[in-house]
């Protein structure tokens, strides 16, 4: 398995473990895509799965640059109204994961990573 789809069924497994319900994986819409869309209590999170093999790779942070905040924000958004989820609270987490081969991966999650991006919707 390639390293993008091995993180994203890490992230997924990482995610499901700590009692999220994985609800959507690979999320396309003419907006953009969302690797894993999950729900934790009673919030809509939108994950972005950044899967690296070395630490030597950018910051996930960094790694979600404004453009792509802006793709997955209107993905989102996508998401909510096709599901009738304009209720619900919603956020963006990032789950990065190093995945050296060589032992388990390093994996973390930064919770709410980034507000929905302004702009266009």
Known sequence: MKLGPR???MAADYLTQRGYRV?????RC???EIDLVAV???TVVFVEVKTRSSDEAADPEIAVHPE???RLTRAGRHFVARHRLHEKPC???IVAIVDRGDGPPDIEHFEDAFPPAAGRR
């Open 68 to 70: 792509k905040r802006r």
């Open 23 to 27: 609800v959507a994986r690979n999320y």
């Open 91 to 93: 956020r963006f987490d």
């Open 7 to 9: 993180g994203e069924q």
């Open 40 to 42: 934790d209590d009673d």
């Open 30 to 32: 003419p907006m953009g």
